[in-house]
């Protein structure tokens, strides 16, 4: 491909909101498409309704699935940017003075041709630099998808939890106003009791109040972690090939299981 066509190509599979190639790209109901992980974290950061982008058409769903031909095309275009860039990316292997094009999955190292049929390789599987990376950033995109799921459910958990406070709150100003009323009929001697009354119910319902809003507060600060996270995730697969295999080799985290 002449570099015009390439970069043809490529604008044309590029998200207009991180301006990168696509990453788990959907389609939305007026046809513009965008990284899912684009939309939704500029879904869940603009106040008003979810628009497109783009023309600012409000889609009537949100369930949106992959568009499997735009992902095979993107990672065509990911593939001929990271041919095109090679030379500058290419690193030789000092030994056999060949181009390290493979992926060592179990040391998580580049290798060259020969290298990778020595003995300690035997048990591993190698691939290819780009293909390498593409599994790569399929994993990631499903621990993505686990993570946000996660954190969609939160929310709900957070909303309910921030209705119970409220609606406590509106219990106890009811029960106080229900304890006046009840002294206003018995003799003023007796307001002493009123007083110590209210207190204790001001006291007990504080108590429940720190509570409540302890854990709102909790799960806002988890919810927050996991958008970070998230956002992290989707920078990463984002990375150049060979940035995105180096990025898994010196953080060990990402190579963990779980979603944090
Ligand atoms: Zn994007
Ligand atoms: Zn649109
Ligand atoms: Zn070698
Ligand atoms: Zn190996």
Not at 200 to 229: D, H, N, P, Y
């Amino acid at each position: 491909m002449d570099s015009d066509t390439l970069q043809v190509f490529q604008s044309e599979l590029t998200c207009s909101i991180c301006m990168n190639c696509f990453l788990d790209p959907v389609t939305i109901d007026c046809g513009h498409s965008f990284c899912r992980p684009c939309l939704s974290l500029c879904w869940e950061e603009s106040q008003t309704p979810r628009s497109c982008p783009e023309c600012r058409e409000i889609p009537e769903w949100s369930d949106f699935k992959t568009n499997i031909a735009l992902k095979r095309l993107a990672s065509l275009a990911r593939q001929a940017r990271a041919d095109h860039d090679h030379s500058s990316e290419e690193q030789i292997c000092v030994t056999h003075q060949e181009a390290k094009g493979l992926f060592c999955e179990a040391d998580q190292t580049l290798l060259c041709g020969p290298c990778s049929e020595r003995p300690e390789h035997a048990a591993h599987s190698h691939s290819p630099i780009h293909r390498a990376a593409e599994e790569s950033r399929e994993k990631l995109v499903k621990r993505m998808r686990t993570l946000w799921k996660l954190r969609e459910e939160m929310k709900i958990s957070l909303n309910q939890e921030a209705n119970k406070t409220q609606s406590f709150e509106n219990y106890v100003a009811l029960r106080k106003a229900m304890i006046t009323v009840q002294y206003q009929r018995i003799p003023l001697l007796l307001h002493e009791d009123e007083k110590m009354h209210l207190e204790a119910l001001e006291q007990e319902a504080k108590e429940i109040c720190q509570q409540l809003k302890g854990s709102v507060f909790t799960m806002t600060e988890q919810a927050e972690s996991m958008r970070e996270r998230y956002r992290e995730l989707t920078e990463m697969c984002h990375k150049p090939d060979m940035e995105l295999l180096q990025v898994r080799k010196e953080d060990p985290s990402s190579e963990r299981e779980t979603v944090f």
